[in-house]
């Protein structure tokens, strides 16, 4: 059997989580506000975390949508909430990017305007891309094996931890 393994707890997921906000505050200063499409579930509470973070060291503006991908038939996501995508710019955020599929796949609507800025943010990045996505910013990465699996838990809009199994 498998050991788990834990690779962030909640106080090092805070820290990560705070240098992200400031890269991407950085990354946007010129900017007047922007978009942060989370890939539900965990993608929109990592999202909502780094919003309330960048609010809290700036002015910018974020605004935060929910992207839902099915999973087992990617080819058509959906943006829960209704808003003006062109001219604007755009962090997806998701929790574990495997092989890049997710968010290739969450990029789709993206594509129907032209926006300002597209760029992509995860938490953690497995380095096992199959598809040519790439992360702007990545809160830690580490190279796995393709049977192990990094589970991130969140509680009550906390990172609490993710574990290697």
Known sequence: MLKSIQLLDADKADKIL????????E???GESGILMAGIADRG???AKLLKKKIEKISD????VVSIRINKDNPIDPVIMESTDLADRSIILV?????SGK????ALKPFLAQVVRKMQVAVLIDRKHK????????VGLQLSTALQEHIIVSVEKGKVTGATLS
């Open 27 to 29: 990354h946007n200063i």
């Open 130 to 137: 199959r598809y040519p996505v790439s992360s702007d910013y």
């Open 102 to 105: 997710t968010i290739m796949y």
């Open 60 to 63: 910018l503006k974020v605004e």
């Open 18 to 25: 705070d240098r992200m906000a400031y890269e991407m505050y």
């Open 94 to 98: 998701d929790d574990v990017a495997n």
């Open 44 to 46: 929109l509470d990592i």
